[in-house]
């Protein structure tokens, strides 16, 4: 008994160990692939390292300041990240809806690259979040090519014609040149994905004078357009009644009703949005409690104004509420291009996208468009339907020349 048991305890040692050896063999093995393919790995990674070849670096030779940072979009090519032109920011797939403000103008030796001298534009995106430089020709104003930004639920405004009647700061001026494609209408077409009328015209008065009137004050364009022809229509006066006419608010009042009745006359159907003045700085003061002309402030016309929009359940955007931080003390410098009361480029362009984004939140609930291309998404026990909104990019703006 004794032998047997010594027997059956060798053997079952003897497996034991060639287990333990077996499984030593494999994790041998295993680190052995584990390292094979490690150093695969590194040897390819270095092949593919020498494999991309250097940049040499660009020469930024001289530079020179842009006037006003005016907006483009990128149309072909790159842009890079440096003035060095080494590294790629992106391309005209990745960047190309972006809008960007050139900010300087460089002339740059790429002799290093196997070019010579070409002019390029250091480059902000209209958010400030990326820099870069691209070659000027690889850039295109917003006014042209198929810019395409539209917003959610821009289609509420497919074939929705729009007027936007004003005065200087609709008309897109800056304080010393009209900003051709430029202005608000023109970003209200860009983000709403229709056609925009602008028959902004400066110096306009909401309530006119007999010493101060223009061609383009409320009544007169009112009667000179057949609003049959437009779906939708802004309407933004009274910054110039505040500084250059002693009409008071009640003369005021009436006009602006007096013109929404007409323009309703003619298309019950119109949808119109008003837009409040902007906060002017006359003589570097804040017009919000300055008494101007006319014996009212700044607030106290704009409260006069949004009176009579309630009286006819017309939504209105109020700069004090929707964008507060737009016009302020501390910015109104560079915002404010004749640091008074017109916009900068870069302005009209965060007016536009407010007034846009405002437009569609206040579209009436009851016309939200229900043709809609619809897919459906069929299982065993449910269908559900995707509804995919049709958007059409046309972009067009018709300005009234002044």
């Known amino acids: 008994m004794n032998m047997r048991k010594t027997i059956m305890l060798m053997a079952s040692l003897s497996l034991t160990l060639m287990a333990t050896g077996a499984a030593t063999a494999s994790a041998k093995a295993k680190t052995s692939n584990v390292t094979t393919t490690q150093s695969s790995s590194k040897k390819s990674s270095t092949k593919d390292q020498k494999k991309q070849p250097v940049v040499e670096p660009a020469e930024l030779v001289k530079t020179s300041e842009v006037d006003q940072e005016l907006p483009y979009h990128l149309k072909s090519g790159y842009i890079y990240t440096s003035s060095t ?12 809806k972006t809008t960007w403000y050139v900010t300087k103008k460089g ?27 691209v070659w000027h020709g690889n850039l295109q104003s917003i006014s042209e090519g198929t810019f395409d930004i539209g917003m959610k639920n821009s289609d509420y405004f497919n074939k929705q014609n729009i007027i936007t009647l004003g005065d200087s700061i609709t008309h897109g001026y800056d304080g010393y040149e009209t900003l051709e494609g430029m202005g608000y209408p023109n970003w209200l077409a860009r983000y709403l994905d229709t056609n925009v009328t602008n028959v902004g015209y400066n110096g306009a008065y909401l309530c006119p004078t007999e010493s101060a009137s223009t061609d383009g004050d409320l009544t007169t364009v009112v009667n000179a357009n057949n609003f049959k022809n437009y779906g939708v229509a802004t309407i933004a006066y009274g910054t110039n009644d505040y500084g ?3 009409s008071n608010l009640d003369a005021l009042k009436d006009t602006l009703a007096q013109n929404i009745r007409k323009m309703r006359s003619q298309n019950k159907k119109l949808i119109i949005y ?19 002309k006319g014996g009212y402030t700044m607030n106290e016309l704009r409260d006069a104004e949004a009176e009579v929009y309630k009286q006819f359940d017309i939504p209105y955007l109020d700069w004090r509420d929707v964008a507060p931080g737009l016009i302020t003390d501390s910015n109104y410098k560079n915002r404010l291009w004749d640091e008074r009361l017109h916009p900068s480029a870069k302005t009209y362009q965060m007016m536009g996208r407010d007034i846009a984004k405002f437009m569609i939140d206040n579209y009436p609930k009851d016309r939200i468009p229900k043709s809609k291309q619809t897919k459906k998404t069929t299982t065993k026990k449910t269908t559900t339907k995707k509804t995919v909104a049709s958007k059409t990019t046309k972009h067009v703006v018709k300005t009234t020349k002044k």
């Open 244 to 246: 250059h006419t002693d």
């Open 85 to 96: 032109l080494q590294k790629q920011l992106g391309n005209v797939k990745t960047l190309g």
């Open 107 to 133: 002339v740059i030796d790429r002799s290093a690259q196997g070019s010579g001298n070409s002019v390029f534009y250091q480059v902000k995106s209209g958010n400030g979040k990326q820099t870069g430089w």
């Open 274 to 292: 008003g837009i409040l003045p902007l906060t002017r700085y006359d003589y570097k003061e804040n017009s919000d409690e300055t008494i101007g």
